[in-house]
């Protein structure tokens, strides 16, 4: 993207601050890059309900974090679910209003046109999941958060020696439930699919899996000049700051 992009943009962390991106360089250099991209919000739950809906944000119900997706809402899942299509949804979804983590059995009644959606969760800052069942029961801890769901567990705030347990680390464990998933309608062939993964990296807090945490730890990054380093509730911008006594209702 740095070839598309001015230098102040390109190079927003210093020449120095470059992290080496092999494999999103081939995706791009084989398909497609976005150079001209618009976002109707720079917040993740009303962006996420355009994305979903093709509406601005103040026609879908969720204008700020927190708030639910109408009910009523059309998805393009929807239309492809008219169409023949098995959807799959994996990974953060963040529409289904303040209910935290939100898996299925918590949602149900609220598809928008997705059929599979084990694994998928509404909300929090997860960096670990376990899968409880006889295919898959890994660090059962009793650190591990007391949310059962009948499939998934999630864990916020965790220790760092559970970190190199093999597909448990929120992004190994939703890229490789993706995987299964074409795997398993791939076989079909007469059946089309479609598969929307929502990996929640980066996000705070800004913990990683080895190699990953210390690789980059030789960088010497420069500070934009436009970066505020007060803390979140001081930088943030006026529109950012939810009025005082808003209330954030889950299903409209």
């Avoid at 996420?48 to 927190?66: C, D, E, K, Q, V």
């Avoid at 492809?80 to 299925?104: A, C, M, R, T, V």
Wanted: with cysteine; net charge positive; hydrophobic share 30%.
């Amino acid at each position: 993207y740095r070839e598309i992009l001015g230098e102040k943009q390109g190079y927003i962390w210093g020449k120095q601050g470059i992290v080496s991106t092999p494999n999103i360089d081939r995706l791009a250099r084989s398909g497609a890059t976005l150079s001209n991209f618009y976002v109707s919000s720079p917040s993740c739950t009303p962006s996420r309900a355009s994305f979903m809906t093709g509406l601005h944000p103040w026609a879908t119900g969720a204008t700020f974090n927190h708030l639910a997706l109408n009910s009523n809402a059309t998805t393009f899942a929807n239309i492809l679910e008219d169409n023949g299509y098995i959807n799959s949804y994996i990974g953060k979804w963040h529409l289904d209003g303040d209910i935290k983590p939100g898996f299925k059995k918590f949602t149900d009644w609220r598809k928008f046109g997705f059929q599979e959606r084990d694994y998928m969760y509404n909300r929090g800052h997860w960096k670990l999941f376990e899968e409880v069942g006889k295919s898959m029961k890994v660090c059962c801890s009793a650190n591990w958060t007391d949310i059962r769901n009948g499939k998934v567990n999630s864990k916020e705030k965790y220790d760092e020696k559970l970190y190199d347990v093999p597909n448990v680390y929120a992004t190994d464990f939703l890229v490789e439930k993706a995987k299964e998933v074409i795997e398993k309608r791939a076989e079909k062939k007469n059946k089309p699919f479609s598969l929307f993964l929502s990996i929640p990296d980066p996000h705070t807090p800004m913990y990683s899996r080895e190699p990953y945490e210390s690789m980059y730890d030789n960088l010497k990054l420069v500070k934009p000049k436009t970066m505020k380093v007060n803390s979140y509730e001081l930088s943030a911008p006026d529109w950012l700051k939810y009025p005082p006594g808003r209330y954030y209702p889950r299903w409209p």
